[in-house]
């Protein structure tokens, strides 16, 4: 039996807390940063419900940084939540800070900070975007120790953890295995083949944790590993602990065997992967289009197979809010524009991954069709970007080769499972 030990730091949101000194007729308009009296007026909340002392700390507001005890609970102010994005009602962001704690006991505190917070997310019910974009970072240590980077890598799934969150294509929510795949379809389209072994992964891994924040597991952390995969949505209205994490809960890392046998399937992944982006590269179509109603420089859109699916530039949710997915003309050319697309972000060439833009394509196809196999059960309207037909082809290309494209099937079900 190991030990899992979860704390957690969630971003929320929150309303006048029924207190009229916090009403916007007393202070006209929501905190840039939330006071210091409305932390100690959350963490009262939190200390009544929960029967934890929940203190606040004084460095935010101009006192001298001092370290907090790792034993201890916090509300302090949330400063990446700008209050131009709040609706009506909203005051002010904080985060909620815990120590780590028993898988069961940091479950029960969450159920805990649940009830007392839950009268005062107000965007729940009118606006969820506001707390969609607020992070739920979850601290997690196994037997007092992170897990190996090497075989998080090559054993854990991220993929299957952050579907259907509203997090899908993040740039801080990149999987370990992201950098792997692109690797693989560069050395391909270049004539190369990567190899993937214990060597090349533990490379990207100290890689990767020289980057902290860039990707959803940071491995910087030291004597434990901090998660970014999931958002306040699944802390207030999410499964268990138990079953957010299963992807990581379910995995056995002292296991040669297992570990043997993740790394196969992620060579044979890559292989794959690569072998169809070199075969279908002619495929691919990066054309800019002039937008006479700007005055900027051409934009640079995505083609596959003829159709436009997604944009590197933010402009695209002005390209699809003249269009309802039917031919048009846009500027100089026709193109059709295919609706419902999110890909804005995933679609920039991000320094930190790297990656050609072909090899991005062909990664993004594969993580939509992962993307809507996961989500089913977690959001069943959950509707994977256009590329996902792209993605259905690899995955097929997998299946023919017997590689299974997703977790939990073939040989990987018969894998040993770490006993919590």
Known sequence: MVQVNIGFEIELVLDDLGRPEFSLDEIYEPMDIASEEYCQAVAEILSKETGH??????????????????????????????PIDFVDGQIAGVEIITPPLPLEVADELRQQIMSAVDLHVLDMEFDPQSN????????????????????WAAMVDEYAIIAGTGREGRRDCGAAARSVYLTAIDAALSGDRLEINQEYLSNLMQDRAKLGKCFAANFSRGTYLE???????????????????????????????????AMKRLQGRADILAQHAVLNKDRIEITEVCDRRKYSDNERYICVDGAVSASTWKEIKTLRSFTDGTPTT???????????????????????????????????????????????????????????????????????????????????????????
């Not at 974009?133 to 090497?150: A, E, L, Q, Y």
């Not at 802390?235 to 299963?246: A, K, T």
């Not at 050319?333 to 050609?356: A, F, Y």
Request: with cysteine.
């Open 330 to 420: 846009y500027g100089e050319r026709d193109i059709t524009i295919v609706p419902g697309t999110n890909m804005r972000e995933t679609l920039s060439i991000h320094e930190v991954e790297g990656g050609s833009p072909v090899a991005r394509i062909f990664l993004l196809a594969y993580e939509a069709y992962l993307h809507q196999q996961y989500a089913a059960h977690r959001a069943p309207d959950f509707q994977a970007p256009e590329l996902v037909s792209l993605g259905e082809e690899i995955a097929q290309a997998m299946m023919a080769e017997g590689v299974s494209p997703t977790k939990g099937s073939g040989a990987e079900a018969d894998m040993p499972r770490m006993e919590t």
């Open 53 to 82: 002392h929940w203190k606040t700390s004084s460095a935010p507001w101009g006192g001298d940084e001092q370290p907090r005890d790792p034993t201890g609970f916090y509300v302090i102010p949330e400063y990446d939540l700008d």
């Open 132 to 151: 969609f974009k607020s992070g739920w970072h979850i601290n997690i240590d196994i037997d007092g120790c992170m897990p190996d980077p090497v075989r």
């Open 227 to 261: 998660l970014r995969h999931l958002g306040a949505e699944c802390f207030l209205r999410g499964d268990s602990l138990e079953v957010l994490l299963e992807p990581i809960l379910s995995v056995d890392f002292t296991s040669d065997a297992a570990f043997d046998l």
